[in-house]
Structures are given as structure tokens and as C-alpha cells.
């Protein structure tokens, strides 16, 4: 049986085809979301989903999170004194949605569709399908998250060229991307984001509001008081998705506050979040070599896109209504089931992938010449960015004074015109015949690779003499070897059974529960863990169930703070 997988930074889905729709599989404590989390606890026993993030938050160093930012690289995550890369932290997610579908499904899952960001590169893309082979998987496809949005939306179902603006507001970033189909074909056409915007930041303006009305000082407030407002802003925020007017009502700091906000106030507050939302959407359009009117469809996904300030934002910079009636948190996932059936029914839509793209602009510093007289510190674009690679382009450039004996070609990244704003990565010079300013010519040629290595050659045309160095981004290395020695190396650890995940959770919860609470709550807890665990030693299926919806309901109940906290 094959499944699609959303392995997503924060949450991860999996779901299935059948019947001509995507149907998601709800994982061991019955939701469609399990947190992209993993912790070891005290038995070397991997947790994860919820129940890793309730152990985390009393134990928050064996846990990891968000770790699917460091796909492909050495970077290690240490848990309980075990060292694991993210692409074994992404296997034991995979393993236990797996595990989900199979115990739903009722038959074994042993294939799947995982889909990526559009920018994740080569490495990246491997690192993902070697994950899903260490958790049993045989990873039949790697596909785009915004072709699978777009495939959600019924993209690619008629055969007629459309092309697509994919809007992904998550928590915390946004992603833009173009995407043209056309003859079972999509083509990511562009790709432009902001790492630091998402719906968090729209929370937090609330949270600031909050804070303003009630005049305390943001200072004076502990970790857990902080973490609770922003809770309160979070549920605000959402609730104002529905209403025009929102009531924070909490203690802070023993004094009770009751304050009201309305749509306009907070929408005034949001603007300057919605003006970054136009420049990534500007700056895929532009790199795509296309106007706003030869988009065709804007398909809103992430949970953030629900904002009606958002969707209104969009509507109006596009001119065209964004398509919206698939759920954002699960279109993609949707969009790597529909995969999977088109796949059995031989009608795949295959992607001409911008996978390998220069990310970033790619030149040198020159002198220019202003009008009136000449500056130096210029920053000359070779490689732009967005450019397909393996890509190799090259200038002229030429002596900028008399007797000049040497030239030095001062490597950059970024997109500045300024080269002191860039990020200097390299440096090689070369010898040239004194002569006029102007009439010694050196041709620098920039290579780039899928392995991110850039090769910049000069030459001196006059005398072909040639200099070349290799730049190389040394952080994402990691050969096959490494990585199969790792993977070996983890067969020992064994994850926590799933017959017991759910009656664990319940405990871990409460256990967090009682850390955080005073006074009578803790009795209450602490006798609620005691109940359930005699019934767990002594008690029929059937009690432990009726025990653990029980215990569960209190402890959710008595739940006002987040597991894992936004300031942590
Ligand atoms: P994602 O990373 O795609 O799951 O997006 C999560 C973000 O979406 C969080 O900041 C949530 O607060 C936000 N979000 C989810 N539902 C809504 C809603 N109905 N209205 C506003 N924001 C929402």
C-alpha cells in the first residue's frame, strides 16, 4: 500500500487515495496532525507526535523540534547523550506515521510520497528519501509542497495551461511560488519566501496590544505568564477569523483584565506584516518573468492564510480571488495522496523541478562610473538568483587605471548594489601586463554545481594566464558513508510501542501538568495519575479506555498552557 506524506516543519500528515480522493489517516490518538517532535526518554525509548512535545516540555533538552531546517546537513540534535541528524529525527516521525496508516489501513505500508519545500535541494531531496528508507519506506517520489497544493486544488486535471500562485503563510515563515502546468507537466517557475514571517508574528501583535492595554511592562512578566498571554492572543486571533470584535480575559500577575479589541484596531496594527507579504510576492512574479495578470490562480495554503485580512490583502494586490476551500493544513498531504492514485492509474503529473537552484545572486565587486566620476564598491551580478544549475556564466571586466598590475575579484552573495552589503565568500587575484587604464581585459567566469560548490576562474585575455578557486559550503557536507554509518548505528534504539503511546501519553501529560500547577491542582493531578495507572496494572481493555478518555478529558480540561511554549 502506498500513502502520502506531509512532512512538515511543524506537523506532519499522512493520508491515502482511494476512490478517487484523498482520504487522511488520523494517527494513534486520533488526530490528523502530529507534531513534527521527537524526544528520548528516560527508558532510550523514541516519543513521537504529541506525546514527545508533552514530554519536552518538561524535559525540554531531549527533545527536538523544527529540525527539518537542518535536512541534508551534519547538524545534531542530542538527546539523553544520543547524537541524531535530522534525517534520523525525520525517520522516527516517518516510522510512527507509518505505523498509523498501517494499524487504520489494516494492511501493511511499506511506500509513499513525501513532499519537500520547492527550494530544498539535491542533498536535502536525499536526505528526505533516505529518511523515509530507514523508517521501511520505499520513498517512490519526492514531490513539491506547492504541486501538491496545486494538485489538491484539481491542477493538472484538465489538460489546459494554467499557471499558479501558490501562497504558503505558515506559523512561522512564508513561501511563494510560481508554478506553470501544462501537458502533465509542472514547472516551478520561481520561489521567493520570508523565513521570519508567519502567522506567529500576527499572534504577537495582539500579544503587544494585550500587553499596551493593561500597562504592565513586558520586562516584568515571568517565562509562564508571557507564554500563557501569547496563548490567549493565539485563541483571539483565531476567533477574529469569525468575529469582528475579540475579549482577552486573564490573570496577569493576580489582577484580572477583560479587554476588548476590534477588527479594525488589530487589522491597523497588522499592516506593516501584510506590506512584507507584497515583496516576496513581487520578487517571484519578477523572477519569473511574468506580470501579475498572467497568473491564472492563487491557492492560499497554511494555517495562517485563513486571516480574512490576509485572503482580503492577497485578493487585492492579485486582482483575482484566491482559491481557498481546501483545508490549508492538509492540502498538502491531500495533493501526495491524489499523487499516489494518479500514480497507480499511470497519470502522473511529473515536475520539471527548479530543484537546483542559486538561491542567492552571485558576483563581484567593480568600480562605476556614476555620470560625474567613479565609484568603486559596485557589486556586479554573474549568476543571478533563481538560476537553474548546474549553470556556468561569465564577464569581462577591465583595468580601472593605468599601470594597474594586479586585479582582485572579490567573490559576493547577496542582492545588494552595494558590494559592502553582500556576503564575501572568496577572494583570488591575478597578475596583468601594466597598460591604459581600460585596455587589459580579464573574462571572470563563475561555475555553480548541485553540490553548492562555485568554481570562479579569471583569465587575462592578453596573456591567457588563469587562476581558479573552489568555494564550497563546507556546513552541508555529508557523504553516503557518514550517513549510512548512522543509520546503522541507530538500530538499537527502540521506539516506544504504539499500543502503549496512548495510555503514556495521558501519564506524560499529567506529569507536565503537575509540574506546572500549585497547590490543590497538584492533588488533583497527582490522583488522577495514581487512579490511572492502578487501573493500567489491574484493569480490562475496556476500563483502561473508559480510565484514559477520563483522565484525559480532566487533564485537558485543566490544560491553560501551551506544552511547548512560544518564548522557550
Ligand atoms: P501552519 O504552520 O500552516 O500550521 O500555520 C499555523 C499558523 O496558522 C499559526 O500561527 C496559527 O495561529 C494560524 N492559524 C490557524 N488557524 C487560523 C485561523 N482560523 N485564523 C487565523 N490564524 C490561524
Do not use: W
Not at 30 to 50: C, R, W
Amino acid at each position: 500500500m502506498i500513502v502520502g506524506i506531509d512532512l512538515g516543519t511543524t506537523n506532519s500528515l499522512v493520508a491515502y487515495y482511494k476512490d478517487g480522493e484523498a482520504h487522511l489517516i488520523p494517527n494513534r490518538l486520533g488526530k490528523e496532525l502530529t507534531p513534527s517532535v521527537v524526544s528520548v526518554n528516560e527508558k532510550d525509548e523514541i516519543l513521537v507526535g504529541e506525546i514527545a512535545k508533552e514530554y519536552g516540555a518538561l524535559h525540554p533538552s531531549s527533545m527536538a523540534r523544527t529540525f527539518k531546517r537542518d535536512m541534508g546537513t551534519k547538524n545534531t540534535y542530542t538527546l539523553k547523550g544520543h547524537e541524531f541528524t535530522a534525517e534520523e529525527l525525520s525517520s522516527f516521525v516517518l516510522k510512527s506515521l507509518k505505523e498509523d496508516a498501517e494499524s487504520f489501513l489494516g494492511c501493511e505500508v511499506d511506500e509513499a510520497i513525501i513532499s519537500v519545500p520547492a527550494y530544498f535541494n539535491d542533498k536535502q531531496r536525499k536526505a528526505t528519501k533516505r529518511a523515509g528508507e530507514l523508517a521501511g519506506l520505499k520513498v517512490s517520489r519526492i514531490i513539491n509542497e506547492p504541486t501538491a497544493s496545486a494538485i489538491s486544488y484539481g491542477v493538472g486535471d484538465e489538460d489546459k495551461m494554467e499557471r499558479v500562485l501558490v501562497f504558503d503563510l505558515g506559523g512561522g515563515t512564508f513561501d511563494v511560488s510560481i508554478l506553470e502546468y501544462f501537458c502533465s507537466i509542472m514547472e516551478v517557475h520561481a520561489i521567493a519566501g520570508d523565513n521570519h514571517l508567519g502567522g506567529e508574528d500576527f499572534t504577537r501583535v495582539l500579544m503587544d496590544m494585550f500587553i499596551k492595554k493593561i500597562h504592565v511592562n513586558e520586562a516584568d512578566l515571568d517565562l509562564i505568564t508571557k507564554n500563557r498571554i501569547y496563548k490567549e492572543a493565539e485563541k483571539a486571533k483565531i476567533s477574529f477569523s469569525k468575529n469582528k470584535e475579540v475579549v482577552i480575559a486573564m490573570d496577569v500577575n493576580s489582577v484580572f483584565y477583560e479587554e476588548t479589541f476590534t477588527i479594525d484596531e488589530y487589522e491597523k496594527e497588522c499592516l506593516p506584516l501584510l506590506e512584507r507579504i507584497r515583496i516576496p510576492i513581487e520578487k517571484s512574479i519578477y523572477d519569473a518573468k511574468i506580470t501579475l495578470d498572467d497568473i491564472d490562480r492563487v491557492i492560499l495554503v497554511g494555517g495562517a492564510s485563513r486571516m480574512p485580512m490576509v485572503r482580503q490583502f492577497v485578493k487585492k494586490m492579485m486582482k483575482v480571488y484566491p482559491d481557498y476551500y481546501v483545508d490549508p493544513d492538509t492540502s498538502v498531504s491531500q495533493g501526495c495522496a491524489l499523487q499516489c492514485g494518479m500514480k497507480a492509474r499511470d497519470k502522473q503529473i511529473e515536475e520539471m523541478i527548479l530543484t537546483d537552484v542559486c538561491p542567492f545572486t552571485l558576483g563581484c565587486e567593480v568600480i562605476r562610473y556614476n555620470g560625474s566620476f567613479e565609484e568603486s564598491g559596485h557589486f556586479l551580478p554573474i549568476i543571478e538568483r533563481n538560476t537553474v544549475i548546474p549553470v556556468s556564466k561569465k564577464q569581462t571586466v577591465y583595468t580601472a587605471y593605468d599601470d594597474q598590475e594586479k586585479v582582485n575579484v572579490k567573490v559576493l552573495q547577496g542582492e545588494s548594489r552595494m558590494a559592502r552589503n553582500n556576503l564575501l565568500i572568496g577572494e583570488v587575484s591575478i597578475e596583468v601586463p601594466k597598460a591604459p587604464k581600460g585596455e587589459e581585459a580579464i573574462d571572470i567566469t563563475y561555475t555553480y554545481d548541485v553540490n553548492s560548490l562555485l568554481e570562479v576562474e579569471v583569465e587575462v585575455l592578453s596573456t591567457h594566464e588563469k587562476k581558479k578557486i573552489i568555494i564550497q559550503n563546507e556546513e552541508n557536507k555529508i557523504s553516503e558513508e557518514e550517513a549510512q554509518e548512522r543509520l546503522e548505528k541507530l538500530q538499537y534504539l527502540k521506539q516506544n510501542p504504539r499500543e502503549d503511546e496512548e495510555n503514556y501519553f495521558v501519564i506524560t501529560k499529567g506529569n507536565r501538568l503537575y509540574e506546572q500547577a500549585i497547590g490543590n491542582d497538584r492533588e488533583v493531578i497527582e490522583q488522577a495519575i495514581m487512579n490511572f495507572e492502578h487501573v493500567l496494572s489491574t484493569g480490562s481493555r475496556l476500563e483502561i479506555e473508559r480510565a484514559r478518555k477520563r483522565t484525559l478529558e480532566l487533564f485537558e480540561e485543566m490544560d491553560h498552557q501551551e506544552s511547548v511554549g512560544y518564548f522557550s
